[in-house]
């Protein structure tokens, strides 16, 4: 029981960590085309 509980918790953990670097990665992938398009237009 112990076991299987623990094995859930690492896989939400794991899930939550996840998500956190993808959105990351967005956030910063948008900020470099948004400085992209910004220096190209100058």
Known sequence: MQ???TLIHTD???AMAM???NSI???SGSLAW???L???NT
């Open 38 to 40: 910004l220096l190209s």
């Open 12 to 14: 939400t953990v794991t």
């Open 25 to 27: 990665l967005l956030i």
């Open 3 to 5: 076991r299987t509980l």
């Open 34 to 36: 948004t400085i992209r």
């Open 19 to 21: 998500s956190i670097t």
